[in-house]
């Protein structure tokens, strides 16, 4: 069993930066890919950023490419997101997810096995 545990979301202007943290415990992440999502209120939860076991290896949605950077600490048994440049369509709930399952896509919620509560962002103008 594995809990994770989002955190650094909250209210921001648009231009501005926010930097997620995905933490993890009852599991070393280090064999699992993560993926990070984000879900607007009536909307689908879509992927925003993947990145590999290693960390050797990154995806993104195209709306965030170039403004978001995901890593990770595998000592640290964590998970970051930097947020750059946040425009108003960048507000949801963001939630950090293990996929334990390497021959899985890695832009599907249904590809995932462990989510953490999520944490609120918003966007303002």
């Known amino acids: 069993q594995v809990q994770l545990v989002e955190s650094g979301g909250g209210l921001v202007q648009a231009g501005g930066s926010l930097r997620l943290s995905c933490a993890a415990s009852?599991?070393?992440?280090?064999?699992?890919?993560m993926g990070w999502f984000r879900q607007a209120p009536g909307q689908e939860r879509d992927i925003v950023a993947f990145?590999?076991?290693?960390?050797?290896?990154?995806n993104y949605a195209d709306s965030v490419k170039g403004r978001f950077t995901i890593s990770r600490d595998n000592a640290e048994n964590t998970v970051f997101l930097q947020m750059n440049s946040l425009k108003l369509e960048d507000t949801g709930v963001y939630y950090c997810?293990?996929?334990?399952?390497?021959?899985?896509?890695?832009?599907?919620?249904?590809?995932?096995?462990?989510w953490g509560q999520g944490t609120q962002v918003t966007v303002s103008s």
């Open positions: 997810a293990v996929r334990t399952d390497t021959y899985r896509v890695w832009n599907s919620p249904y590809a995932y096995d462990y």
């Open positions: 009852g599991r070393t992440l280090s064999s699992y890919g």
């Open positions: 990145i590999t076991s290693s960390g050797g290896r990154t």
